[in-house]
Every structure is written in structure tokens, then in C-alpha cells.
């Protein structure tokens, strides 16, 4: 099957810093890449939409400015926390499709990230 | 708001035995619902759907069931296996059929544990 990776698994950072997560399809060309973020014990909530060589578009109340989202190619979308703050301590999730078909939707295995 | 609700955070089955995990939505524009799995340290991975116009739909042990006035669906596994045991989510979308890509809500997840 489809595979997604994410980097990295866990980070650590300080406050004030920006941190990087990068979401790659292993062996399918993704158009549409989706990133999630999940607070403990709650649903995962999707963030941001992404279709390469366009604008991420935002669900609403996320920040477009605190979480960058680059989709630069077919097989690498990035999600910048920027500024991050111990709120922003969660597990980020993305997912990839190539098909556009709701069923085919292939998920990483996330990032934990905590800020102190 | 959460509009997927899974208000069972575990469920414990013994092998051999069914298991049953419920779902319930509070949007009437859903018309289509999934199911996924998801290991430790792995992403969701799509185990079955079921469209609006079905009740019912069975993929080898699992089968899912629609309940759209009640606006319930569930999911069983017979017979369970202890390598059944993992987090199963929920999820829903507004798909109106065709290859378009819908936002995916997701419920909070029930942890499954098959003991032998």
C-alpha cells in the first residue's frame, strides 16, 4: 500500500522557537495533502488542506501565519509551527492522496511535539 | 463542536468473541463514513467504509452498520483477534460521490483490546 512518512517523530523544542515537520509520500505522487493535529484524548482536527504548487487553504481559527504550510512538490508538504508555545504541545498528523478519492487517504505516523 | 462522537474511550473483547464499536454524528449532511485503525506509533489506516444509500456493508470479519435516523453507525469484528487490538476512529464527510475529496471528521477514537 501507500506510504506516508513524517520527520520527525518527536520534537522538543524551547518557546519562541520555530520547529518543522515534513510529510512525505514514499511511493505515490500526492496532489492533496492534509495535516492534522490531535490534543490528547481529543479527535484529530484537520488544520490545513494543501495542493501542491498552491496555497494551503486553513480551517478556520487556525493561525495561516503560525503554521506554515509549504507544498512545494508532488511528494513533500512541510508544516512550519512558527514561534511555537507550550500550547501548540500536540501530535501533528498528515495525510496524503493522489486519487482525490475520499477512501484513498494514506496517513503518516505523526509528530509529537512538545514545547517547554 | 464535536460532530463525531465516540463515547466509549475502550472497549475489552475476549478472542473469539465480537466487538462492537459505536459511532455517533450529529450532522445530517454526512453521507459518508469510515472507519480506521490505527497501531502505536503508526498513522489511521482505512479499514471499511459505508455510503449513505447502504445500511450495511462487509468487508471479510468486519462489517459496518448505518443507522441514519438514529444517526448511528457501528462497526463489528467477528471473530475477534488479539491483533485486532488498536485504536479505531470514526470518521465522516459531507462526499456527494465523485472522485472530490471531503474534509473528514473524526471521533475521538476507542481503544479496542482483544485478550486471548
Known amino acids: 500500500g501507500a506510504v506516508v512518512s513524517q520527520h520527525p517523530s518527536r520534537v522538543i523544542c524551547k518557546s519562541g522557537t520555530s520547529v518543522k515537520i515534513e510529510c512525505r509520500s514514499l511511493d505515490f505522487q500526492a496532489t492533496t495533502m492534509f495535516w492534522y493535529r490531535q490534543f490528547p484524548k481529543q479527535s484529530l482536527m484537520l488544520m490545513a488542506t494543501?495542493?501542491?504548487?498552491?496555497?494551503?487553504?486553513?480551517e478556520q481559527g487556525v493561525e495561516k501565519d503560525k503554521f506554515l504550510i509549504n507544498h512545494a512538490s508532488l511528494t513533500l508538504s512541510t508544516l512550519t509551527v512558527t514561534s511555537a508555545h507550550p500550547e501548540d504541545s500536540s501530535f501533528y498528523i498528515c495525510?496524503?492522496?493522489?486519487?482525490?478519492?475520499?477512501?484513498?487517504?494514506?496517513f503518516g505516523p505523526g509528530t509529537r511535539l512538545t514545547v517547554l | 463542536d464535536q460532530q463525531v462522537k465516540q463515547n466509549s474511550p475502550s472497549l475489552s473483547v475476549q478472542e473469539g468473541r465480537i466487538s462492537i464499536l459505536n459511532c455517533d454524528y450529529t450532522n445530517s449532511m454526512f453521507d459518508y463514513f469510515l472507519w480506521y485503525k490505527k497501531y502505536p506509533a503508526e498513522g489511521p489506516t482505512f479499514l471499511i467504509s459505508?455510503?449513505?444509500?447502504?445500511d450495511k456493508n462487509e468487508d471479510g470479519r468486519f462489517t459496518v452498520f448505518l443507522n441514519k435516523s438514529a444517526k448511528h453507525l457501528s462497526l463489528h469484528i467477528v471473530p475477534s483477534q488479539p491483533g485486532d487490538s488498536a485504536v479505531y476512529f470514526c470518521a465522516a464527510s459531507a462526499y456527494k460521490g465523485g472522485s472530490t475529496l471531503g474534509r473528514l471528521y473524526f471521533g475521538r477514537g476507542t481503544q479496542l483490546t482483544v485478550w486471548p
Open positions: 495525510s496524503a492522496s493522489t486519487s482525490g478519492v475520499i477512501d484513498e487517504q494514506f
Open positions: 459505508i455510503s449513505s444509500i447502504k
Open positions: 494543501s495542493n501542491e504548487g498552491s496555497k494551503a487553504t486553513y
